[in-house]
């Protein structure tokens, strides 16, 4: 689905942590939050320098730092909401983009729920990539993996390579699961794109339980419902570094 815009934040003002998206309340709840309902993994792809921690940052921390190095390796985040009562947590990869690593990243797509394919909008040659990194997320990936187009920085207007029609036409001819724009730096559409994937996983996951209770008679094993998205916490202690 394609996004409007909504009114831009600064990185200093603090977020409402409830809302209301589609059909649902939410509540943010914080990073540390331990008890949950089901958890989904997520991994955040595209190439360097795109800004795709600054994104991940933002949105968990809603904080920007201009000084941000490139990631190196990956680094994992959490991501806490609750719908209608039930806490949905995301467990984020984010990735680095250099060339180097790129055979470990593909090790990384394998068990996601969903990936955020994140180009800028001010590199036309990160949007082009988009294309190989979504090839490359489809060869190593669930089949069912969902998949968001981000076009981030969209606070550098005055160097815009990259149109909003392309983006959005390149999500609708790929049949991606949404496509919006974003700034990490003043904080634009960066946490209502993790509230988008949590309510898009909360919604699959409730269907998958219900259709497996039907083909069941009735009858569901919690544990046995949707086991390729309901993964183990990681604790990644040893990442750092962000990509601006």
Same mark, same amino acid.
């Given at each position: 689905m394609s996004e409007t815009k909504e009114p831009e934040s600064t990185p200093n003002n603090k977020r409402l942590q409830t809302g209301n998206i589609d059909n649902y309340n939410y509540e943010i709840l914080s990073e540390d939050y331990t008890s949950f309902d089901m958890s989904f993994k997520l991994i955040v792809i595209g190439d360097s320098g795109v800004g795709k921690s600054c994104l991940t940052n933002n949105a968990?921390?809603?904080?920007? =730092? =201009?000084?941000?190095?490139?990631?190196?390796g990956f680094e994992f985040f959490t991501f806490n909401i609750r719908f209608n009562g039930k806490v949905v947590k995301l467990q984020i990869w984010d990735t680095c983009g250099q060339e180097l690593y790129r055979s470990l990243i593909t090790n990384f797509y394998r068990n996601s729920s969903l990936a955020m394919m994140v180009y800028s909008i001010n590199s036309k040659e990160s949007f082009d990539n988009v294309e190989m990194w979504l090839r490359e997320l489809r060869t190593h990936s669930n089949p069912d993996v969902k998949v968001f187009l981000i076009g981030n920085k969209s606070d550098l207007e005055a160097?815009?390579?990259?149109t909003t029609e392309q983006g959005e036409n390149f999500y609708k001819q790929n049949n991606l699961s949404l496509f919006m724009e974003s700034s990490a730096k003043t904080g634009f559409n960066t946490q209502k794109i993790f509230v988008k994937a949590a309510e898009i996983l909360y919604e699959d996951y409730n269907k998958y339980k219900d259709d497996n209770s039907s083909n069941d008679m009735g009858s569901t094993d919690e544990n046995n419902v949707n086991n390729r998205q309901k993964l183990d916490i990681h604790n990644n202690k040893n990442k750092k570094g962000c990509c601006k």
């Amino acid at each position: 689905m394609s996004e409007t815009k909504e009114p831009e934040s600064t990185p200093n003002n603090k977020r409402l942590q409830t809302g209301n998206i589609d059909n649902y309340n939410y509540e943010i709840l914080s990073e540390d939050y331990t008890s949950f309902d089901m958890s989904f993994k997520l991994i955040v792809i595209g190439d360097s320098g795109v800004g795709k921690s600054c994104l991940t940052n933002n949105a968990i921390k809603n904080t920007f =730092d =201009d000084a941000y190095n490139a990631t190196v390796g990956f680094e994992f985040f959490t991501f806490n909401i609750r719908f209608n009562g039930k806490v949905v947590k995301l467990q984020i990869w984010d990735t680095c983009g250099q060339e180097l690593y790129r055979s470990l990243i593909t090790n990384f797509y394998r068990n996601s729920s969903l990936a955020m394919m994140v180009y800028s909008i001010n590199s036309k040659e990160s949007f082009d990539n988009v294309e190989m990194w979504l090839r490359e997320l489809r060869t190593h990936s669930n089949p069912d993996v969902k998949v968001f187009l981000i076009g981030n920085k969209s606070d550098l207007e005055a160097e815009r390579e990259v149109t909003t029609e392309q983006g959005e036409n390149f999500y609708k001819q790929n049949n991606l699961s949404l496509f919006m724009e974003s700034s990490a730096k003043t904080g634009f559409n960066t946490q209502k794109i993790f509230v988008k994937a949590a309510e898009i996983l909360y919604e699959d996951y409730n269907k998958y339980k219900d259709d497996n209770s039907s083909n069941d008679m009735g009858s569901t094993d919690e544990n046995n419902v949707n086991n390729r998205q309901k993964l183990d916490i990681h604790n990644n202690k040893n990442k750092k570094g962000c990509c601006k």
